[in-house]
């Protein structure tokens, strides 16, 4: 087979139906749209529009709420830095911080920090330094014979000064 033998099965690519063509084509004149009115015109979205009815995503009751705070960090577990100290991407001896661990590629990005959670088992002795860990990932780490440092880090709040008066 050659790259120019190549195509597609056929009734995969259906061709599409040319509108405005004649009214013997069936979709002459006005194009399918029918005549007169918003909808026969260009440029026409009524998304969620009922014809005057109270639509359904006001009928619906509002749900929950966005914590405008709330952290997202990336994750990752003790039983993947085991497998990467295993593969040799990380070296056990030295300290594994948050940029050893998107260096090494176990983390694609930090985001907002790293989080380590106790998925798998850890059997060498580690140093680690990241922004979150689990109770459980925390104590299997130990009980390896390793230690946890939690980086923390300190928000300032905004203080926002007020207007001045004209008065």
Known sequence: MK???LKANPGSNKE???????????????????????????????????????PLYRRLPKQ??????????STTSVGKIQAAIDAGKLDGKKQIDETVLVASGLVRRKKDGIRILSNGAIKTKIDLKVTGISAKAKEAVEKAGGKVELIVVTVKPVVRKKPKSNA
């Not at 069936?26 to 005057?52: C, L, P, Y």
């Open 64 to 73: 929950g709420f966005t914590n405008i705070f709330a952290k997202n960090y």
């Open 16 to 54: 599409r139906h040319r509108v405005g063509r004649g009214h013997s084509s069936g979709s002459g004149k006005t194009s399918g749209s029918g005549t007169k009115g918003q909808k026969s015109r260009s440029g026409v979205a009524i998304n969620g529009f009922e014809g005057g009815q109270m």
């Open 3 to 5: 790259l120019n033998e």
